[in-house]
């Protein structure tokens, strides 16, 4: 009743990890799969260099959410093949998240994953705090619609953009994606945010500004779902706030094929897979449907 | 919800020549064994183990780096951030208790101590150094009515030689329900083995580079297991650690890549 495909993927359920949560560490994405119940898991976004990240403090947590600013620390590319074939031990699709500053970087890590195992590829053009990396290409129609080109070029495994609502208009983003040749849309990333210490009066944050994340975003994300999914033909996987079956139900008739939750897990720990699963699975039972995909898009009918 | 309390420093210890105690005006119950993120305003946040549990909390640093080299530029009723206590504290099981601790690792054993100390329980604490000058809460422990037994490198107090020299001789003549260890991993490491020959259940305080201290950023994830020493630790089982083939090899540093302990692969 759970199972969705993805773009010719099979998911034991619609509930995936979202990029950047434990996703460093094939060991802990391994653990997500098996003990978390995740029906798919995205890794950390990757480059080509090893990167530290921005100084702590690096999250902050606040009513309704969390605002964090990791600053795409990674161990670079060359290094992350051990950590895949360990998360691939979890027994679900393992997506690729990549990052780089520019087309050729997202190309050549896209390529070395998809040699290195994963079962697609995402794009990061959503990440908002490190400079020209991420959303720098997420904002604008045409280097996205340029990064999804050269990656496509590159890789024959599915490839899923990953928007950010801070882009104008994120439908025009999406379109351009889907005309590059994406095989899906993430949405959404983590938000531009910031946190000052009253006693202080510093922002707390090492980086100053971070991301917003968690279920102070999720009317944002549910709105950026609906009207990209009103637009494009190719699925959706809806991102943004997440932490309850009901959640993922809205994303679910909003147009959303799958899900992915990151805060969540602060909330609900590592097994909210596993509950968010059998919360969407009641939502069915109750209403008399007997499988995910006949409620995705009810909403836009 | 652990929100970012700002707090004065009410007093300052001078617990050796690099070693000090930062009490603050924080009021807390934790665990023996949680921890603490220690943020500086405008330089960085790091994480430190409690070394007092209750009433007013607090910690004790080592001075190493950059960090702490600005903490211990501080003075009473300047500021710190502190998120916390967080983790999983020490669990005592039984009556008769080891601790181990090598340099600034005697800080979360300290208050384990006093608090079965306080319940009855027996304590017997090896305590090692580099130099005499530098052993921590000897007389702490000693005080609150523990045995403690030393070790330093250099010999200028107790055996000469390592912490695990003492237990090794200790362990000839004596048995315990529980022992619980703090200090660098490769001691920890030579520990776990020592107790496991004595079938002596054992719990360690790890350290590795945190950043969110809440579970969710993965960079503290021990490989082998999947355990996050933030949330699971950080004090894990022996048995858990010896699940886990990074024990005692290598940490990550911010990056996420391998570090070897000692450089070696
Ligand atoms: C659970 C836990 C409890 C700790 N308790 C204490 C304590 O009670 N007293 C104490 O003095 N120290 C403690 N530490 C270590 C402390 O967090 C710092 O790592 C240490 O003080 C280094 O300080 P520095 O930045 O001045 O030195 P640096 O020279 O910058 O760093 C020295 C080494 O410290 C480690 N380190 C640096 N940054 C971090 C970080 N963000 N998180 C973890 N490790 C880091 C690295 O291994 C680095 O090589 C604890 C660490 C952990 C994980
Ligand atoms: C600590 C943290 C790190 C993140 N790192 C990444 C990343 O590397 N790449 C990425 O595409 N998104 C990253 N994100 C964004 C999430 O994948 C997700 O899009 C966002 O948090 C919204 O979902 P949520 O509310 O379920 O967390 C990160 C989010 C958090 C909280
Ligand atoms: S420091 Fe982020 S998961 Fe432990």
């Known amino acids: 009743m759970l199972e969705v495909e993805l773009c010719g993927i099979k998911l034991r359920n619609p509930t995936m990890l979202a990029s950047g949560i434990l996703g460093t560490s094939g060991a802990a994405l391994k653990r997500v799969a098996l003990s978390g119940g995740a029906g798919a898991i995205v890794t950390k976004s990757i480059g080509l260099t090893p990167r530290e990240g921005h100084r702590n403090p690096t999250v902050v947590e606040i009513n309704g959410g969390l605002i964090s600013a990791i600053g795409l620390a990674n161990p670079g590319y060359e290094e992350f093949g051990d950590e895949i074939r360990v998360a691939k031990e979890g027994g679900v699709p393992v997506i690729g998240s990549v990052y780089g500053f520019n087309f050729g970087e997202y190309a050549a890590v896209a390529e070395t994953l998809q040699k290195y195992g994963v079962d ?46 801070g882009a104008g208009d994120i439908v025009a983003i999406a379109k351009a994606c889907e005309d590059a040749g994406a095989d899906a849309i993430t949405a959404i990333g983590a938000l531009r945010a910031m946190k000052i210490d009253l006693i202080t009066g510093k922002p707390i944050l090492g980086n100053e500004v971070g991301g917003l994340s968690g279920p102070c975003i999720k009317p944002i994300a549910l709105r950026c779902v609906y009207e990209i999914a009103r637009e494009v033909d190719i699925p959706v996987i809806g991102c943004g706030g997440i932490t309850t079956g009901e959640d993922a139900v809205e994303f679910f008739l909003a147009g959303a094929r799958a899900v992915q939750i990151g805060t969540g897990v602060l909330y609900r720990g590592i097994t909210i897979f596993k509950k968010v699963s059998q919360e969407i699975k009641e939502y069915l039972e109750e209403n008399g449907y007997s499988s995910v995909d006949e409620i995705v898009g009810l909403a836009l009918r | 919800m652990h929100e970012m309390q700002v707090v004065k420093i009410k007093k300052i210890i001078k617990e050796t020549k690099r070693i000090k105690t930062f009490i603050l005006d924080l009021d807390v119950s934790a665990i023996p064994g949680q921890f603490v993120m220690v943020w500086l305003p405008g330089v960085d946040e790091k994480p430190m183990s409690v070394s007092y549990t209750k009433g007013d909390l607090g910690i004790t640093v080592l001075r190493l780096g950059d960090f702490t080299r600005r903490l211990f ?15 999983r504290g020490f669990k005592v099981y039984g009556d008769k208790l080891l601790l181990v601790g090598g340099g600034v690792g005697v800080a979360p054993l ?34 609150a009515g523990g045995r403690v037994l030393i070790s330093t490198d250099d010999g200028s107090a107790g055996k000469k030689g390592f912490t695990t020299d003492v237990l090794r001789e200790l362990l000839e003549e004596e048995t315990f329900d529980q022992c619980f260890t703090c200090g660098p991993e490769i001691m920890m490491a030579k520990v776990l083995d020592i107790t496991r020959e004595k079938k002596i259940p054992t719990q360690a305080s790890l350290h590795r580079y945190f950043k969110c201290g809440i579970g969710i950023c993965g960079q503290c994830v021990l490989d082998g297991i999947g355990l996050r020493v933030c949330k699971e630790g950080p004090t894990f089982r022996d048995k858990e650690l010896r699940k886990s083939p990074e024990f005692g090899r290598y940490w990550r540093n911010a990056a996420g890549q391998k570090i070897y302990f000692g450089g070696k692969k």
């Open chain 2, 110 to 143: 300290a208050p384990l101590a006093e608090e079965a100390l306080a319940e009855g329980k027996e304590v017997t604490a090896i305590i090692g150094a580099i130099t005499k000058s530098e052993l921590l809460f000897v007389d702490r422990i000693e005080k």
């Open chain 2, 73 to 87: 530029e501080l003075s009473p009723g300047d500021m710190l951030g502190i998120r916390g206590p967080m983790g």
């Open chain 1, 120 to 165: 697609a590829i995402e794009l990061n053009i959503s990440y908002p705090n490190v400079g020209k990396a991420g959303a720098f290409f997420g904002y604008s129609e045409e280097l996205s619609h340029e990064v999804v080109k050269e990656v496509k070029k590159r890789v024959s495994l599915p490839v899923f953009a990953k928007l950010t609502a």
